[in-house]
């Protein structure tokens, strides 16, 4: 099995910065792509950035310039720096990676139980 912990949500001011973790565990062979999610409420979910296992990223333009994901493999951690942020950036942050596990060896995609981020003065 193959367990994803979010962390490093929190309330903060507009302008302020946070950083989230993801850490994946259990019965792992190789992490492919890892991503961040969020989701507003009243909003369906979005994808806000993305990182492969060799390190190309993709962003929302919404986060461009502002949100930085990168991933430390030798610790199956993913982060979102997320500076300069704004009351919209408001949500629940989700990540999800795609894993060959050792047990399930087809690559399947896992998600974390979610982080609340909130941008408020």
Same mark, same amino acid.
């Given at each position: ?7 490093? $949500? %929190?309330? &903060?001011?507009? %302008? $302020?910065?946070? !950083? ?5 565990? $259990?019965?792992?062979?190789?992490? =492919?792509?890892? !991503?961040? /999610? @969020?989701?507003?409420? %009243? #909003?369906? @979910?979005?994808?806000? *950035? ?5 390190? +190309?990223? +993709?962003?929302?333009?919404?986060? #461009? %310039?502002?949100?930085?994901?990168? !991933?430390?493999?030798? #610790? ?9 942020? #704004?009351?919209?950036?408001? *949500?629940? /942050? =989700?990540?999800? *990676?795609? &894993? !060959?596990?050792?047990? &399930? +060896? &087809?690559?399947?995609?896992?998600? $974390?139980?979610? +982080? ?6």
């Amino acid at each position: 099995q193959v367990q994803l912990v979010e962390s490093g $949500g %929190g309330l &903060v001011q507009p %302008g $302020g910065s946070l !950083r989230l973790s993801c850490v994946v565990s $259990g019965s792992i062979f190789v992490i =492919y792509t890892m !991503r961040w /999610y @969020r989701q507003a409420p %009243g #909003k369906q @979910r979005e994808l806000v *950035a993305a990182i492969t296992s060799g390190g +190309t990223t +993709t962003y929302v333009d919404a986060v #461009k %310039g502002r949100f930085t994901i990168s !991933r430390d493999n030798a #610790k199956n951690t993913v982060y979102l720096q997320m500076n300069s942020l #704004k009351p919209e950036d408001t *949500a629940v /942050y =989700y990540c999800n *990676a795609d &894993v !060959r596990g050792t047990i &399930v +060896t &087809v690559p399947y995609t896992y998600w $974390g139980q979610g +982080t609340q981020v909130t941008v408020s003065s």
